[in-house]
């Protein structure tokens, strides 16, 4: 049956507009909350590496992933998008590397490295994009996913540690060991495998290194690079975090690399990508 006129149905005796905002403020409860399986990060401010305009970056209050997107889960996206299949992508947006660990376009492989809770590699930035949009999600930002990259499992913020920027740099020195990330601790957000398993795409992934706002400024700060690399940083000794500043201005975004994978994120006050 059709309600003709939710604001008197709704809520006996109540008034139009009463009903009205009492709707609008559960609708922004519900949508305000995140999705199955993502965890919500309070809002802070975290130091970045370069300082450029600002020493302090805000962060807004966000939910994001509890775990990585594994090889299932984009198993079950291509099912049901076949333009993103191996066979059928475009090199405009992914180049031949795409999904080459899997022995098909819809089987996963019977390797003994290859499981379907591992997290997904050789994806390419405009498939994930693809992906997280027909999740009603998005690629965290970089200053996000830095914001929640800097704590270990009890506390906020680590990286003025030695013993966890160590244990960092240790890991990026040796080959990848994908296992399922549900074995592996969480961070003081609840988050999982955000190190130690596979680097991950973010939204402004070539932003980090050069002179401008936009992801269209090509003017690199030659600064930033070699020995120079060090001048203009908030922590000149955190060479693990360099490392991932570095690895992700050399990246393009039809690039598919075995060790690159990604999580996904959501506005919270709008519950919008």
Known sequence: MLIKNPTLNLIPGSTPVIALSLLHLTLISLFSEPLPDMVRVPAGSYTPLYIQDAAIINVKSFSIDVNPVSNQEFLDFVRQHPKWRRSQVKRLFADRGYLKHWQGDLELGAQANLIADQPVTNVSWFAVRAYLKSKGKRLPTEDEWEYVAAADETRANASKDPAFTNRLLRWYSQPTSKTKTSTTPANFYGIRALHGQVWEWVRDFNNGMVTGESRGDSGLERALFCAGGALGTADP????????????????GNYTISNLGFRGARNIKTNQP
């Open 237 to 252: 000794h955190n060479y693990a975090a360099f490392m991932r500043y570095a690895f992700r201005s050399s990246l393009k």
